[in-house]
């Protein structure tokens, strides 16, 4: 028994790794490999998966890691946040999906309790898939992001008393229905109070009591402990292992040690919500399938149209702008996992018959298949609904925001991103009162900096008329930090058609994204996963006591080194803008008393004989000082502005950071 079991994993991994492989290199999401993985291999095809029951057992530990993860990312204090999307948002969004999908189950004479089955189960969504694909593409936190995560926690609690009025749909009598249900609230809220006393006292104390220990084995063993145990916990309540789960990973989110607790568990994570998928493609008669293709094609297109406006009208009474209901509505599309739950449990009280139950399996498999492709175009989508003449009051949203006009600017900074690098630098910028403009496309982030006084407008970059809108075509320097490579190379593009003299900056993840980038028209590119490894090797040489003329010499090398390289491959292919472009950087350096600066010229320091480096500008009392003449002395409290290569500036630095003796 026990080598069987281990000849089906195998199979699974043989198979996942090679659908992995293919789906990765033609650009397709992996998950509807691991489901086409399933089908193939499953009893109603191939039939090479000998125990399905085991593989169901992997696939429910897949759920269980993919929930904790989840809790572990989402913190307590952002679920608090939304509080109103999962009550409110969650209610309505359930009652009127059942309503409208027992009305049509009526038109196919189903009666009332028949109706209301199919109604309770089609209205549930896919957790699972939907965080998954949200959590890759960095949305999770992002504002529609959170209602759809906030809807989807209301689905998954509502399954509790879903399950507890399933006899009385089949009219069996199993007792005392509503004390059963305030005993159910009564055990919810035990949970939520172990919850929020393991975010606040016990978790940050137990977690860095064992983290004491520097034993990597221990802490593993002891989050896996944390989150099976409060999943098994929910789960002897009468809850759902998956709700658990997430709850255990909002008890750790708040302490020091969550993003290590994550790092730790992706590779289960990934490994187990693999079988998941596979386990659900298991599931599925291809055969019946092909017999009844338009019965089946006909209610998947109902499905995902009724679904999305009704989940799209939710988000819209929840505020959002025309773009983000389009979003939602369809992210919020497809039926979900633990609708399988009850679709069994409807076999078992003869509540609906195999063929029916085929159906729907096929309705939800192919739903939950089109999820990641109807997710990517949502946002296209909604850009070309933009176009046909709606009302204001359905694009920008019943709670509209504020409409600042920007004042006219030219040579100033614009900052494209929400991240917290770029409002972080737009803080900065306001601080030293320079003169910008931010494009956030996340309406609360907006609200919420608008009444601090920032100059800050709703839109995406993507689109024209923004950019026209915060004077991009003015612009002197223009931040983009938004992550994702495609937006980014869109975002740089319509830039540099509006403004050909403008420095452009990008953030990127990877360092092989910067080709791309440069070609598109970027002046620089910051790459995370390199500049990182950049900072960890500097603190590594300070460490060992290397001077920091040293250092700064061999950082510049490496920029040089990994940078340079593309700049080369532009020299060849004749690009002006590049080729042109040397490896320069331009730094601020404040004239300290009684330093070596102080008192002196740029001639009488010879700053382009001896250090090679140019005196661009001098910032004295607020006020700048363009082209400054040669004969100037830098006085103290200057802020001197050079331009140079990166080991020159450092030379500079290093000799005149001293003070006179």
């Known amino acids: 028994m026990g080598s069987t079991v281990l000849k089906d994993i195998v199979i699974i991994f043989a198979l996942s790794t090679f659908v992995n492989f293919l789906f990765t290199k033609i650009r397709v999401p992996t998950l509807i490999g691991y489901m086409l993985t399933g089908t193939i291999a499953g009893p109603y095809m191939f039939g090479i998966i000998k125990h399905p029951h085991e593989i169901d057992l992997m696939a429910q530990i897949g759920v269980v890691m993919l929930m904790f993860t989840i809790g572990i990312e989402f913190s307590l204090n952002h679920l608090l946040k939304i509080r109103k999307i999962v009550f409110f948002g969650g209610f309505v969004q359930m009652v009127f999906t059942t309503l409208a999908i027992m009305f049509l189950a009526r038109q196919y004479e189903a009666s009332f309790n028949e109706s209301l089955f199919i109604g309770l189960i089609t209205a549930l969504s896919s957790t699972a898939v939907v965080l998954k694909i949200l959590q890759d593409r960095s949305e999770l936190t992002s504002n529609y992001g959170r209602t759809v995560l906030g809807i989807l926690i209301f689905q998954d609690i509502i399954l509790i008393p879903l399950l507890l009025i399933m006899p009385l749909l089949t009219g069996r009598e199993t007792g005392d229905q509503a004390t059963q249900l305030l005993v159910m609230l009564f055990k919810a809220a035990i949970i939520i109070i172990i919850v929020y006393a393991g975010n606040r006292w016990l978790m940050p104390w137990l977690l860095h009591l064992i983290a004491l220990t520097k034993n990597q084995e221990l802490f593993l063993m002891s989050i896996l402990l944390i989150c099976l145990s409060v999943a ?3 789960s002897g309540m009468g809850m759902s292992l998956a709700i658990g789960a997430f709850l255990a990973g909002l008890m750790i989110s708040e302490s020091g040690y ?13 490994t187990f919500t693999s079988f998941f998928f ?11 399938v092909m017999q009844n293709m338009p019965v089946v094609l006909i209610t998947v297109l109902l499905v995902v149209i009724i679904k999305t406006v009704i989940a ?29 739950i009850l679709a069994r449990l409807g076999i078992d009280y003869k509540m609906i018959t195999s063929n029916y139950f085929q159906i729907f399996l096929a309705v939800a498999l192919i739903t939950m298949s089109l999820s990641p492709l109807l997710i990517q175009i949502s946002r296209p989508l909604a850009n070309l609904l933009l176009k046909l003449p709606l009302p204001e009051k359905m694009v920008e949203g019943i709670f509209p925001l504020q409409q600042i006009e920007v004042p006219f600017l030219k040579n100033h900074i614009v900052f494209i991103g929400k991240d917290s690098r770029s409002l972080n630098l737009s803080k900065m910028a306001k601080l030293m009162q320079l003169p910008y403009v931010s494009i956030v496309f996340d309406p609360a982030t907006v609200r919420q900096r608008q009444k601090k006084g920032d100059t800050v407008i709703y839109g995406d ?3 024209e008329p923004i950019l026209l809108k915060a004077h991009v075509d003015k612009a002197e320097i223009v931040v983009i930090s938004v992550g994702n490579l495609i937006t980014s190379l869109a975002i740089a593009e319509k830039i540099r058609n509006l403004n050909k003299r403008a ?12 080709e791309e980038l440069y070609k598109t028209g970027a002046n620089q590119v910051i790459p995370e996963e390199f500049e990182t490894a950049i900072e960890i090797f500097e603190r590594i040489l300070k460490k060992l006591l290397i001077p920091q003329k040293k250092i700064n010499a061999v950082i510049a090398q490496i920029r040089d080194e990994n940078y340079g390289v593309f700049r080369e491959e532009y020299q060849k292919s004749d690009l002006s803008l590049l080729k042109e472009l040397p490896n320069l950087e331009i730094t601020a350096i404040k004239v300290e008393k009684n330093s070596l600066l102080e008192g002196k010229s740029p001639v009488e320091l010879q700053l382009r004989k001896v250090f090679y480096v140019t005196l661009i500008a001098i910032l004295r009392n607020d006020k700048l ?37």
Do not use: C, W
């Open 258 to 270: 969550s993003h290590n607790a994550f790092g730790h568990l992706i590779p289960f994570k990934d």
């Open 312 to 340: 799209g009208g939710t988000a819209f009474l929840l505020g959002h702008t025309f773009r983000g209901t389009v979003m939602v509505g369809i992210a919020l599309s497809q039926v979900g996992e633990f609708s399988f």
């Open 232 to 234: 098994l916990l929910t």
């Open 625 to 661: 000082i363009e082209h400054p003449d040669p004969e100037e002395k830098f006085q103290a409290g200057d802020a001197i502005y050079i331009m140079g290569r990166p080991e020159h500036i450092a030379n500079l630095i290093e000799i005149f950071s001293k003070k006179r003796v």
């Open 503 to 514: 420095y452009v900056l990008v953030r990127t993840k990877f360092v092989d994204d910067i």
């Open 461 to 463: 970059a993507v689109n």
């Open 278 to 288: 596979v386990s659900l493609g298991m599931l599925l008669d291809l055969q019946f």
